[in-house]
């Protein structure tokens, strides 16, 4: 799981969502996104199973990377942007 700040967690806290059920939520998050992210891979891109789990595994080790305080994830959207020309844009409100 992603580590969080002391400010973050305590913001959670007040609206009564303790760390257990931050990592159930992020867990599912995550396990629906992977879901998505294979199924385009297959079925638009025509990934067979054995790229479709190569594919992932990179993406579970820049995860990795990321808990182990290697990278960060704004890191990683800066890469994007500046090497592929993609803006990431945010769902939020």
Do not use: P, W
């Amino acid at each position: 799981m992603m580590k969080m700040t002391r400010q973050e967690r305590r913001r959670l806290e007040r609206k009564g969502i303790d760390k257990t059920e931050l990592s159930r939520i992020i867990d599912y998050v995550v396990k629906q996104y992977s879901a998505v992210l294979a199924l385009c891979l297959h079925d638009k891109l025509g990934f067979g199973k054995v790229r479709a789990q190569r594919f992932m595994r990179e993406v579970d080790e820049v995860f990795d990377s990321i808990n182990r305080g290697y990278l960060s994830l704004d890191d990683v959207i800066e890469t994007v942007e500046k090497e592929l020309g993609i803006t990431i844009i945010s769902r939020e409100g």
